[in-house]
Nanobody, 127 residues
Framework: QVQLVESGGGLVQPGGSLRLACAAS????????IGWFRQAPGKEREVVSC????????YYADSVKGRFTISRDNAKNTVSLQMNSLKPEDTAVYYC????????????????????WGQGTQVTVSS
């Protein structure tokens, strides 16, 4: 059974850091493009960051550029999202998603393009 599991969420003060991990079972993440998305109460799910399966290109939403970093650890079959300088507006449930095939750059940033999703991990940034 294909499964994705997020971990690393929690409560952190503004300016703090968290590292989220997306772990796969039943398939190899190296074969998939991986996206991190987040959804806050009352808001639509939005892309945070993506990493391709081929050339390793990355994408970051304007709201997180310079603060977040996405990376792969193929030996552990995981993808991580390092989040620094966290702000209250980063508070959301964070999801990882995997796509075997993406047909365009635009496809990589829309949730409907992804085949598999984790259950999400809560990130709360508050004093």
């Amino acid at each position: 059974q294909v499964q994705l599991v997020e971990s690393g969420g929690g409560l952190v003060q503004p300016g703090g850091s968290l590292r989220l991990a997306c772990a796969a079972s039943g398939f190899t993440l190296d074969d998939y493009a991986i996206g991190w998305f987040r959804q806050a109460p009352g808001k639509e799910r939005e892309v945070v960051s993506c990493i391709s399966s081929s050339d390793g290109n990355t994408y970051y939403a304007d709201s997180v550029k310079g603060r977040f970093t996405i990376s792969r650890d193929n030996a552990k079959n995981t993808v991580s999202l390092q989040m620094n300088s966290l702000k209250p507006e980063d508070t959301a449930v964070y999801y990882c998603a995997a796509a075997l095939i993406l047909y365009s750059d635009y496809d990589s940033i829309v949730p409907q393009s992804y085949d598999y999703w984790g259950q999400g991990t809560q990130v709360t940034v508050s004093s």
